[in-house]
């Protein structure tokens, strides 16, 4: 039986991935259990064993099980509900990224895979290829192989079956939360919109006039600047409501409402509902006894 050697070396060496959110992790959560995780970096989730639901922006218990692989966008804070024990590889990506030397995202969107905007959520399912990748990489990582270069060679290698295993039409509605053909400046609105308040404030620091701003911003995310913000505010503030056990004091706080009255209004303006009818119709359940 293969084992780690000289394992000391391993763990002293300057390219030992000793981060809390390495380029490549094991992930186990129990069963019947929420769990909370905030998404610090585009992620590619592979899920091994277990089935449950996920909830995260606009979308609420969509159900996950052994097989699937999705892609959770940066900044997103999403809630899982297992059902049965639940094991997972993460891939933490960079803001930009390429399936091989030879071909980018922004070359799937210059082709013309632009995938309209659904409310479906994004699963590809792992096929024989990947099995058979996985099947040589999660013993080296449970063995302790964690080094930086290893761990980026096998990551290369997931995009590139991603690649070379499913169509171009599969491959643009999977990553349609990143694509986009002007990658250094889709990474400088993710790297700094939330230090700002205004649209003025973000195109000033983009070193723009408002107007040559907003005319690359919509090139870019098919949307007015303000639109865009505004939709990642009522996602982050839909997330708290149906997914945390924060009061609704607490959570205008959180978004700069000046009362809990006023976020009641903005719910009702944008979801149609107050934050007390959203929760209640759309909690959680609660695990089985």
């Known amino acids: 039986m293969a084992k780690l050697l000289y394992v000391k070396e391993h763990l002293r ?92 995202l922004e070359a799937l969107y210059s082709q013309g895979y632009k995938p309209e905007i659904t409310d479906d959520f994004q699963i590809l399912k792992v096929n024989e290829r990947i099995k058979l990748y996985l099947n040589a990489l999660i013993p080296c990582l449970k063995d302790g192989l964690k080094c930086v270069n290893f761990l980026e060679l096998k990551r290369k290698e997931l995009l590139f079956l991603l690649r070379a295993y499913n169509t171009k039409e599969d491959l643009a509605f999977f990553f349609s939360p990143v694509l986009t053909d002007d990658m250094e400046f889709y990474a400088f609105v993710l790297d700094n919109y939330q230090s700002i308040k205004t649209v003025k404030e973000l195109a000033l ?29 009522s996602d982050s503030i839909y997330h708290e409501i149906t997914c945390s056990k924060k009061s609704f004091t607490e959570i205008s706080d959180i978004y700069g409402f000046s009362s809990s009255a006023h ?24 695990p089985a006894e």
């Open 13 to 104: 060496c300057y390219h030992y991935d000793s981060q809390d959110s390495p380029t490549i992790g094991l992930i186990d959560f129990e069963k019947n259990q929420k769990k909370s995780m905030q998404i610090n970096s585009h992620s590619i989730f592979i899920i091994l064993n277990g089935s449950g639901s996920i909830s995260y922006g606009k979308f609420v218990n969509r159900p996950i099980k052994a097989g699937d692989i999705f892609l959770l966008p940066i900044y997103t804070h999403v809630q899982f509900y297992l059902e049965k024990t639940f094991s997972a590889l993460v891939y933490r990506l960079p803001l930009s990224f390429h399936f091989c030397d030879h071909f980018s």
């Open 263 to 286: 976020l009641s209004n903005f719910c009702k303006l944008v979801f149609g509902a107050t934050p007390s009818s959203i929760r209640k119709k759309m909690s959680m359940p609660e």
């Open 205 to 233: 620091l983009a070193d723009y006039g408002l107007t040559g701003f907003e005319k690359r911003f919509r090139k870019v995310f098919g949307m007015s600047a303000h639109q865009w913000m505004k939709n990642q505010l």
